[in-house]
């Protein structure tokens, strides 16, 4: 008889791929599933799963807290693979080596970024490959602005590198420069399509919000995806819909029945968070979404930005804070209803769109553990997949629960995985496939986080592995676990 290195016993194994949901003995050796069983498994270590869940672990499509501490905020929401794919790095080898000297608990990956590369040509940037890069400087005109064709061929010949050097497809953070030429956007695409590898955009400007904007920020989206060929991804389509998301939507059903390939995903929040020298924060430009300079409220700060002239100084002198954008109110059913259609379209991804914890008191030893109380973050950095299982499938009953799950490990998995080989192992729960595994009580799982407390983490996921090691056990964290590993193209 086989003996595994660790034996997941006697939970209800659910497969999303296989459509398996059944109690089953799940067998791990070498940082790989080895076998799915019926019948009793023997192991060197034996966890008893009864009454709990074992699911692929779940893959975030869309993840800024890419350091050790948002990794382990993550896995306590049931996270074993975090990627940086809308805003990218720049450039992507020198992100994916920060990240594999220092360790990491999650596995990682990165898109190349197209706003960083453009920021390096218009501004003359030296980039380091960390999302600071961008947000130093998000507010300055000067990179956001259309550029001639000799430029644009440069930005994409940047692009190209960087894809050869294992980025998992083409961030485009193009609602940050809503005034750039469309025809920019199209090469990028193209040479997306030419790769064979996904963009991942931040649309712009929708027009029922800008009837200026160059193009429709959703038509632009599905028009690349019919015009290249190319696989076009589109970011946190709740966010940047808002009360116009049955209309975005139906522009993308459309496309996909046409033949071409555009990819949603959202998360169950109604706040944003973003940098606030963002173009689209402007006090002038707040009425297009419905806002008011009392909607922004700064990451760490107490209250919410009261008027337009302070909402200016802010912008002025720290574009790069993080401030909350309060969106919807996702405590009302009816606003909370235009996140769900989103989260609940055909083969949406949930995603979070973590952002990077900030200390209040300055830098913190990055190893230490548990978080100090003056650590904040978007809530939905802890407890976005906690919330889906609890709102989505427990409350409202929206979605059953093989397929939140589906939707949170391999819907992810093969939006990036046409392209990446490695994320076909991922996802699933079958024989050969990597033992990264959430395991979580399905009545009970839920999210903790809110806007005032922010860093509370996820209950209810009882053990995630990360190729076949315990990263959270007993719903603890192991702070000396770092078993991530890198997810190349």
Same mark, same amino acid.
């Given at each position: 008889?086989?003996?595994? &290195?660790?034996?997941?016993?006697?939970?209800?194994?659910?497969?999303?791929?296989?459509?398996?949901?059944?109690?089953? &003995?799940?067998?791990?050796?070498?940082?790989?599933?080895?076998?799915?069983?019926?019948?009793?498994?023997?192991?060197?270590?034996?966890?008893?799963?009864?009454?709990?869940?074992?699911?692929?672990?779940?893959?975030?499509?869309?993840?800024?807290?890419?350091?050790?501490?948002?990794?382990?905020?993550?896995?306590?929401?049931?996270?074993?693979?975090?990627?940086?794919?809308?805003?990218?790095?720049?450039?992507?080898?020198?992100?994916?080596?920060?990240?594999?000297?220092?360790?990491?608990?999650?596995?990682?990956?990165?898109?190349?970024? /197209?706003?960083?590369?453009?920021?390096?040509?218009?501004?003359?940037?030296?980039?380091?490959?960390?999302?600071?890069?961008?947000?130093?400087?998000?507010?300055?005109?000067? /990179?956001?602005?259309?550029?001639?064709?000799?430029?644009?061929?440069?930005?994409?010949?940047?692009?190209?590198?960087?894809?050869?050097?294992?980025?998992?497809?083409?961030?485009?953070?193009?609602?940050?420069?809503?005034?750039?030429?469309?025809?920019?956007?199209?090469?990028?695409?193209?040479?997306?399509?030419?790769?064979?590898?996904?963009?991942?955009?931040?649309?712009?400007?929708?027009?029922?919000?800008?009837?200026?904007?160059?193009?429709?920020?959703?038509?632009?989206?599905?028009?690349?995806?019919?015009?290249?060929?190319?696989?076009?991804?589109?970011?946190?389509?709740?966010?940047?819909?808002?009360?116009?998301?049955?209309?975005?939507?139906?522009?993308?059903?459309?496309?996909?029945?046409?033949?071409?390939?555009?990819?949603?995903?959202?998360?169950?929040?109604?706040?944003?968070?973003?940098?606030?020298?963002?173009?689209?924060?402007?006090?002038?430009?707040?009425?297009?979404?419905?806002?008011?300079?009392?909607?922004?409220?700064?990451?760490?700060?107490?209250?919410?930005?009261?008027?337009?002239?302070?909402?200016?100084?802010?912008?002025?002198?720290?574009?790069?804070?993080?401030?909350?954008?309060?969106?919807?109110?996702?405590?009302?059913?009816?606003?909370?209803?235009?996140?769900?259609?989103?989260?609940?379209?055909?083969?949406?991804?949930?995603?979070?769109?973590?952002?990077?914890?900030? /200390?209040?008191?300055?830098?913190?030893?990055?190893?230490? /553990?548990?978080?100090?109380?003056?650590?904040?973050?978007?809530?939905?950095?802890?407890?976005?997949?906690?919330?889906?299982?609890?709102?989505?499938?427990?409350?409202?009953?929206?979605?059953?629960?093989?397929?939140?799950?589906?939707?949170?490990?391999?819907?992810?998995?093969?939006?990036?995985?046409?392209?990446?080989?490695?994320?076909?192992?991922?996802?699933?729960?079958?024989?050969?496939?990597?033992?990264?595994?959430?395991?979580?009580?399905?009545?009970?799982?839920?999210?903790?986080?809110?806007?005032?407390?922010?860093?509370?983490?996820?209950?209810?996921?009882?053990?995630?592995?990360?190729?076949?090691?315990?990263?959270?056990?007993?719903?603890?964290?192991?702070?000396?676990?770092?078993?991530?590993?890198?997810?190349?193209?």
């Amino acid at each position: 008889m086989t003996t595994y &290195d660790l034996v997941l016993t006697r939970g209800r194994v659910i497969d999303p791929e296989t459509g398996l949901d059944a109690v089953r &003995d799940v067998g791990v050796s070498g940082g790989v599933i080895q076998a799915v069983s019926d019948q009793p498994l023997d192991g060197v270590t034996t966890v008893d799963a009864t009454g709990l869940v074992v699911s692929p672990g779940f893959i975030d499509l869309h993840s800024h807290s890419m350091d050790v501490a948002g990794h382990r905020l993550q896995a306590l929401d049931g996270v074993t693979t975090v990627l940086e794919l809308e805003a990218g790095a720049y450039p992507v080898a020198a992100a994916y080596r920060r990240a594999e000297i220092e360790g990491r608990p999650l596995n990682y990956g990165f898109a190349t970024s /197209w706003a960083v590369a453009r920021m390096s040509v218009l501004l003359g940037l030296d980039t380091s490959g960390d999302l600071d890069d961008f947000l130093a400087h998000i507010g300055r005109e000067e /990179w956001q602005r259309a550029a001639p064709r000799n430029v644009v061929d440069r930005i994409v010949g940047m692009l190209e590198r960087d894809l050869g050097d294992g980025a998992l497809g083409i961030g485009i953070l193009i609602g940050y420069a809503p005034r750039v030429d469309p025809s920019e956007y199209l090469a990028v695409a193209a040479l997306a399509a030419r790769v064979g590898l996904p963009t991942y955009t931040h649309a712009r400007e929708l027009v029922e919000m800008d009837p200026t904007t160059p193009v429709d920020g959703a038509e632009e989206v599905v028009r690349a995806a019919a015009e290249t060929g190319a696989h076009m991804h589109y970011c946190h389509v709740n966010s940047t819909s808002i009360r116009h998301v049955d209309r975005v939507l139906g522009l993308v059903e459309k496309v996909r029945a046409e033949g071409s390939r555009v990819t949603t995903e959202a998360y169950p929040y109604g706040a944003g968070m973003t940098g606030v020298g963002a173009a689209f924060l402007a006090p002038e430009l707040l009425h297009r979404r419905g806002l008011t300079p009392h909607s922004i409220g700064l990451l760490g700060a107490e209250g919410r930005v009261p008027d337009a002239d302070t909402l200016r100084r802010i912008r002025e002198s720290e574009p790069g804070s993080a401030a909350f954008v309060h969106l919807l109110d996702e405590d009302d059913p009816a606003q909370f209803d235009y996140i769900q259609r989103a989260l609940t379209f055909t083969d949406a991804a949930v995603a979070t769109d973590a952002v990077p914890l900030l /200390w209040r008191s300055g830098a913190p030893d990055p190893l230490s /553990w548990p978080l100090g109380p003056d650590a904040v973050t978007h809530p939905r950095t802890a407890g976005t997949y906690g919330r889906t299982l609890r709102r989505l499938v427990r409350e409202n009953g929206v979605l059953s629960l093989p397929e939140a799950v589906r939707r949170c490990t391999l819907v992810p998995a093969d939006v990036v995985g046409s392209g990446v080989p490695a994320m076909r192992r991922k996802g699933r729960v079958q024989a050969g496939c990597d033992a990264d595994l959430t395991v979580f009580a399905p009545e009970t799982v839920s999210d903790r986080a809110t806007y005032t407390e922010t860093v509370r983490h996820s209950s209810g996921f009882v053990h995630v592995l990360v190729g076949g090691q315990f990263v959270v056990r007993d719903e603890h964290l192991v702070p000396t676990a770092l078993p991530g590993r890198v997810v190349r193209a």
